[in-house]
């Protein structure tokens, strides 16, 4: 079992940045790919990146590659997604997720209850 909580989210005006934190929960954290994904207002929820169990692979989604990177520290059960040259239109409610490795939902079993993040025009 890993419990999920985000924090750092906040509101930023356009070409700032933000770091969001994801701290988990339980001795098998550093068992799983952890992912970042995240939700618009009436959209659907949709991948961000994610991170390999020991940090040695990474996959962004086309919409934030170059100005994102995810990280992890195993031994601090911890997965930070640093969000530099942001936009408008990356406005939305950003979750973290614990699961194996991959770009869909269904690939993680474990969900947080999200941090907003506002980016100001």
């Known amino acids: 079992q890993v419990q999920l909580v985000e924090s750092g989210g906040g509101l930023v005006q356009a070409g700032g940045s933000l770091r969001l934190s994801c701290a988990a929960s339980?001795?098998?954290?550093?068992?799983?790919?952890m992912g970042w994904f995240r939700q618009a207002p009436g959209k659907e929820r949709e991948f961000v990146a994610v991170?390999?169990?020991?940090?040695?692979?990474?996959y962004y989604a086309d919409s934030v590659k170059g100005r994102f990177t995810i990280s992890r520290d195993n031994a601090k059960n911890t997965v930070t997604l640093q969000m530099n040259s942001l936009k408008p239109e990356d406005t939305a409610l950003y979750y973290c997720?614990?699961?194996?490795?991959?770009?869909?939902?269904?690939?993680?079993?474990?969900w947080g209850q999200g941090t907003q993040v506002t980016v100001s025009s």
């Open positions: 339980g001795r098998t954290f550093s068992r799983y790919a």
């Open positions: 997720a614990a699961g194996r490795l991959g770009t869909r939902q269904y690939d993680y079993n474990y």
């Open positions: 991170i390999a169990w020991d940090g040695g692979y990474t």
